[in-house]
Structures are given as structure tokens and as C-alpha cells.
Antibody, heavy 127, light 110 residues
Framework: QVQLQESGPGLVKPSQTLSLTCTVS??????????WSWIRQPAGKGLEWIGR???????KYNPSLKSRVTISVDTSKNQFSLKLSSVAAADTAVYYC???????????????????WGQGTLVTVSS | QTVVTQEPSFSVSPGETVTLTCGWG?????????PSWYQQTPGQAPRTLIY???IRSSGVPDRFSGSILGNKVALTITGAQAEDESYYSC??????????FGGGTKVTVL
């Protein structure tokens, strides 16, 4: 059974960097079969994709957040992490990590859907 | 910025059928957008219902179905039940490795 668990501070001050970690069990991040993503959801609003970690360590980010986001991996701990810099109140949200099922079309790897999600962690940006 | 649109809300009586749609302003949606649908109740993580337009995820009741409806993607609940009262979000692959979620639809069963 694949499980994902987010962890990190629940309160971050404005202009600082939000840091979260997703610990994966039941699958190996480095296995090459899946990609790994971060998604967030402000209270009362829709889901927003933040970015994705490819199995080779490369990344893809939401263009609207790209300048502030870094996703990285620690294969020794089977974890991947999110850093979001220069946070503001608008970054207050529940943050989820999720596993991405991919499809291959020719030479293109397509993120098809998310099959496993963490329970989510609330991060509040406030002084 | 790409905006994926969904109806804000729907009310349905138990046993009735409801169809939610997902579209975006620049044109028609096809299977090449690899649409997927997620169900979410308050305080819970999303649950995958449908992927690749019309494939039900494991354990999803067959009253949930996905399709292309005109120039949009659709999620149909045939014979809605009380436990289907949830928030439903679609997701589309927009190319270049980018996915976008719709704003979500709140379905009330009463």
C-alpha cells in the first residue's frame, strides 16, 4: 500500500521560505515508474498544481509559481521536498503531495493523473 | 494563465442523474488533454475517480462515468446517493508538462 505523508512547519512568516517534506512508503521514488508532485488548496478554493519531480531528478513547475518554487529529492530517505520562497498570505493553504501516473507518447512523458495523495498539511503565512 | 472552468455548484435529489462539466476558454477538450476527476469531502484529501477521460479508478462505483460532451469533459453521476455529496474537481493536461485543475463543483444531494 502506497502512503505519502507531508511534514513541516504549520506557520511561516511573510517573506520567508515555506519548506515541506513528503515521505513515501510502499514505493520507491527512484523506481522510475512514477513522478511526484505538490498540490495546494487555499481554504474554500480549488486545487492548484505546484510542480512535479521526474524520476531522473528534473522538475517542472507551475508557470505562475516557477520563480519561487524548488522541488528536490532525497532518495536515501525516500522523500521529496518543496520550498516556496517569499511567501505571502495568499500562500496560506493545505499542501498535498501526490504520486503521478505517467503515460509515454513517443518521446513525451505525459502526467496522466494522481493516484495516491497525502493527507495534506495546513500552512499558514502570518506574522 | 489557463483557466479551467467548472460549474460552481449543483443540487441533485437522491436517485437522480447529474452531469458536471469541465472546459476552458480557448477551445474544445479532447482525450489528448487526459482529463481526470477527483472527489473531495471537507478536511479530506482528494480521491481519484476517473482518469484518461473515462477510466474509473479502483473501487469507484460504476454510477460514476466520464466522457467528452461537446467541447467539454463531463463527469456523470447516475443515480446519485447521499454519500456522493462532495466537491468534484477536474484536471487537464495542457501540454509542456503542465496540468491545471478546474475550480471545482460542489454537489449537494438533498
Amino acid at each position: 500500500q502506497v502512503q505519502l505523508q507531508e511534514s513541516g512547519p504549520g506557520l511561516v512568516k511573510p517573506s520567508q521560505t515555506l519548506s515541506l517534506t513528503c515521505t513515501v512508503s510502499g514505493d520507491s521514488i527512484s523506481s522510475g515508474s512514477y513522478h511526484w508532485s505538490w498540490i495546494r488548496q487555499p481554504a474554500g478554493k480549488g486545487l492548484e498544481w505546484i510542480g512535479r519531480l521526474y524520476t531522473n531528478g528534473s522538475t517542472k513547475y507551475n508557470p505562475s509559481l516557477k520563480s519561487r518554487v524548488t522541488i528536490s529529492v532525497d532518495t536515501s530517505k525516500n522523500q521529496f521536498s518543496l520550498k516556496l520562497s517569499s511567501v505571502a498570505a495568499a500562500d496560506t493553504a493545505v499542501y498535498y503531495c501526490a504520486r503521478v501516473v505517467t503515460l509515454v507518447r513517443g518521446v513525451i512523458i505525459i502526467p496522466s493523473y494522481f493516484d495516491y495523495w497525502g493527507q495534506g498539511t495546513l500552512v499558514t503565512v502570518s506574522s | 494563465q489557463t483557466v479551467v472552468t467548472q460549474e460552481p455548484s449543483f443540487s441533485v435529489s437522491p436517485g437522480e442523474t447529474v452531469t458536471l462539466t469541465c472546459g476552458w476558454g480557448s477551445g474544445s477538450i479532447s482525450t489528448s488533454y487526459f482529463p481526470s476527476w477527483y472527489q473531495q469531502t471537507p478536511g479530506q484529501a482528494p480521491r481519484t475517480l476517473i482518469y484518461n477521460t473515462n477510466i474509473r479508478s479502483s473501487g469507484v462505483p460504476d454510477r460514476f462515468s466520464g466522457s467528452i460532451l461537446g467541447n467539454k469533459v463531463a463527469l456523470t453521476i447516475t443515480g446519485a446517493q447521499a454519500e456522493d455529496e462532495s466537491y468534484y474537481s477536474c484536471m487537464l493536461y495542457m501540454g509542456n508538462g503542465v496540468v491545471v485543475f478546474g475550480g471545482g463543483t460542489k454537489v449537494t444531494v438533498l
